[in-house]
């Protein structure tokens, strides 16, 4: 009788013991997956921005807008305005593809300042098929996340 009376306890013991060390393990693990994963979506949002700003209009017909001083003031800073724009997406696109150094070196020509639409494309594709596989590792399976 006495035997029984520490066996009672002993798998609740036990189950406390390994939750109290697998817990922490456990929840560093995912929150490095949930950074890693938050820095491929920075990544591919920067990528997509800075692909929409090489496209940003430099100029405008006057017709459009009406011919007034304060149209000719806008037209002359217009292409001013896009290339600002364009350098600073260009400058986070590239802090942001620097971010994921640790994860991945994704192939491209960074020794160019401006980036050809083909590159933007790479680009895209190599990031989000990284990111897939982040989330492959959480979720469990490809066939889960195609539902």
């Given at each position: 009788?006495?035997?029984?009376?520490?066996?009672?306890?002993?798998?609740?013991?036990?189950?406390v013991?390994?939750?109290?060390?697998?817990?922490?393990?456990?929840?560093?693990r995912?929150?490095?997956?949930?950074?890693?994963?938050?820095?491929?979506?920075?990544?591919?949002?920067?990528?997509?921005?800075?692909?929409?700003?090489?496209?940003?209009?430099?100029?405008?017909?006057?017709?459009?807008?009406?011919?007034?001083?304060?149209?000719?003031?806008?037209?002359?800073?217009?292409?001013?305005?896009?290339?600002e724009?364009?350098?600073?997406?260009?400058?986070?696109?590239?802090?942001?593809?620097?971010?994921?150094?640790?994860?991945?070196?994704?192939?491209?020509?960074?020794?160019?300042?401006?980036?050809?639409?083909?590159?933007?494309?790479?680009?895209?594709?190599?990031?989000?098929k990284?990111?897939r596989?982040?989330l492959?590792?959480?979720?469990?399976?490809?066939?889960?996340?195609?539902?």
């Amino acid at each position: 009788m006495q035997m029984t009376s520490w066996l009672t306890p002993a798998p609740a013991l036990t189950g406390v013991l390994v939750g109290a060390l697998f817990a922490p393990l456990a929840a560093t693990r995912f929150g490095w997956q949930t950074s890693r994963r938050e820095a491929y979506d920075r990544a591919i949002s920067a990528v997509r921005v800075a692909q929409l700003a090489a496209k940003y209009p430099r100029t405008v017909n006057l017709v459009e807008i009406g011919d007034t001083d304060e149209a000719r003031t806008y037209l002359r800073e217009l292409p001013i305005k896009g290339f600002e724009y364009y350098r600073q997406a260009i400058q986070e696109m590239r802090s942001a593809l620097a971010t994921l150094e640790p994860y991945l070196i994704p192939e491209w020509d960074d020794d160019q300042w401006q980036t050809s639409d083909s590159t933007y494309a790479a680009l895209l594709v190599q990031l989000k098929k990284a990111r897939r596989k982040t989330l492959i590792f959480y979720w469990g399976s490809e066939r889960r996340l195609e539902r």
